[in-house]
Each structure stands twice: as structure tokens, then as C-alpha cells.
Nanobody, 121 residues
Framework: QVQLVESGGGSVQAGGSLRLSCAASGRTFSNYDMDWFRQAPGKEREFVAAIRRSDISTYYADSLKGRFTISRDNAKNTVYLQMNILKPEDTAVYYC??????????????WGQGTQVTVSS
């Protein structure tokens, strides 16, 4: 069992930046692949980024490459999502997740409560 708590969301103007954090507790954090998802109003939850436990390789949704960066600090049991050049279409609730590597949100066992990101034009 692992518990996940996101923070760092907020309101920002287009072109701005935010850094989200996801603090984990419970089982050994370094044993988990970690992912970020987001869900906009009226839309399905979608994959944003992932970072693997083994070789720290990273993966991104094609539309977000170059603007978002995922990283992790195993000593702090925390995964981060740095978001730059934010656009209004990035507005969503952002979730961290663990327990799968599929990118399909239905296969993940562990979720945080989410943090709201609002980007105004």
C-alpha cells in the first residue's frame, strides 16, 4: 500500500510555469514506477508523464514533450512535474499514480487526491 499526496497546483497565466509535487508514504517509494495523469472537465483522465523506478527513464504524452518534465527524488519519496509554457488547455486536475506502467488509468492501483491547475489566457 502506498499513499500519494499532490501539491503545487494553482492559477497561472498562459506562458507561466508551475511545479507539482507528489509525496509518497507507505511502501518503499523507490520500488514504484510513478506517473502523472490529468483530467479536464468533461474529459477522460489522460496520461501525462511517467518515470521508471529501474533506470529513471521518462515518458511523455506526445503533445506535452518539451514543455513538461517529470523527475523523482527517492530520498524525499517525491515525484515532481515541472510544467512550462502553460496553455489554457493544460487546465485540469492533475493526479499522480502508481502500480502500473500501462498508461491506462484503469490499471493503476494507487492515486492521489489531485491538485487543480488553472491556466488563464
Amino acid at each position: 500500500q502506498v499513499q500519494l499526496v499532490e501539491s503545487g497546483g494553482g492559477s497561472v497565466q498562459a506562458g507561466g510555469s508551475l511545479r507539482l509535487s507528489c509525496a509518497a508514504s507507505g511502501r518503499t517509494f523507490s520500488n514504484y514506477d510513478m506517473d502523472w495523469f490529468r483530467q479536464a472537465p468533461g474529459k477522460e483522465r489522460e496520461f501525462v508523464a511517467a518515470i521508471r523506478r529501474s533506470d529513471i527513464s521518462t515518458y511523455y504524452a506526445d503533445s506535452l514533450k518539451g514543455r513538461f518534465t517529470i523527475s523523482r527524488d527517492n530520498a524525499k519519496n517525491t515525484v515532481y512535474l515541472q510544467m512550462n509554457i502553460l496553455k489554457p488547455e493544460d487546465t485540469a486536475v492533475y493526479y499522480c499514480a502508481a502500480g502500473s506502467i500501462s498508461g491506462d488509468p484503469r490499471t493503476y492501483n494507487y492515486w492521489g487526491q489531485g491538485t487543480q491547475v488553472t491556466v488563464s489566457s
